[in-house]
T-cell receptor, first 115, second 113 residues
Framework: GAGVSQSPSNKVTEKGKDVELRCDPI?????LYWYRQSLGQGLEFLIY????????KSGLPSDRFSAERTGGSVSTLTIQRTQQEDSAVYLC?????????????FGPGTRLTVL | GNSVTQMEGPVTLSEEAFLTINCTYT??????LFWYVQYPGEGLQLLLK?????DKGSNKGFEATYRKETTSFHLEKGSVQVSDSAVYFC????????????FGPGTRLSVLP
């Protein structure tokens, strides 16, 4: 597709369950980002992949959160033992190249609800 | 580290009013600056950008000028419409290899008819 896609669009889960969120970036984009947006809040940076470099995990809120990016393309964000405070919209974005002028393109997000 | 500060909202205006949303930044070197917009129920999309000092980004009647002397990138529009109601995010990306994006907290704008 032409844009960043994410799946599922909505996910409802029970507290304590694990969830996986998927992001397909724009083809050829070397940078991929995950953010979290809680209701009425700004963007909270989670993790950043740039090419083959080690990811910047500085934004992950706890060790229950992890992400991987296979083959430099698709990424999966995993949340283990979900808690109610994990409920939010999880946004993925990708960017081409490493130049400062390269903007991010955002996916539609996955709305996660933890009951 | 790099940071972005923008005016707290919400901002409520009447249709055809003049809009300014302030944004200032802290960064080393020569970052690029962006404004993103999030309309109700939609994802974030790029509104405009500027990649060097004194550049003016513009789109849909919105403008912002990259002012290095004041480290600012204020968003302006001369006459807002109801359809401009959204959340606006100021962001920067540093000029070092692999630099991450830094976003401001967002400013919610409501335009009343």
């Amino acid at each position: 597709g032409a844009g960043v896609s994410q799946s599922p669009s909505n996910k409802v889960t029970e507290k304590g369950k694990d969830v996986e969120l998927r992001c397909d970036p724009i083809s050829g984009h070397t940078a991929l980002y995950w953010y979290r947006q809680s209701l009425g809040q700004g963007l909270e940076f989670l993790i950043y992949f740039q090419g083959n470099s080690a990811p910047d995990k500085s934004g992950l809120p706890s060790d229950r959160f992890s992400a991987e990016r296979t083959g430099g393309s698709v990424s999966t964000l995993t949340i283990q033992r979900t808690q109610q405070e994990d409920s939010a919209v999880y946004l993925c974005a990708s960017s081409s190249g490493t130049g400062a002028y390269n903007e991010q393109f955002f996916g539609p997000g996955t709305r996660l609800t933890v009951l | 580290g790099n940071s972005v500060t923008q005016m707290e909202g919400p901002v409520t205006l009447s249709e055809e009013a003049f809009l300014t949303i302030n944004c200032t930044y802290t960064a080393t070197g020569y970052p690029s600056l962006f404004w993103y917009v999030q309309y109700p129920g939609e994802g974030l999309q790029l509104l405009l950008k500027a990649t060097k000092a004194d550049d003016k980004g513009s789109n849909k009647g919105f403008e912002a000028t990259y002012r290095k002397e004041t480290t600012s990138f204020h968003l302006e529009k001369g006459s807002v419409q109801v359809s401009d109601s959204a959340v606006y995010f100021c962001a920067l990306r540093g000029d070092n290899y692999g630099q991450n994006f830094v976003f401001g907290p967002g400013t919610r704008l409501s335009v009343l008819p």
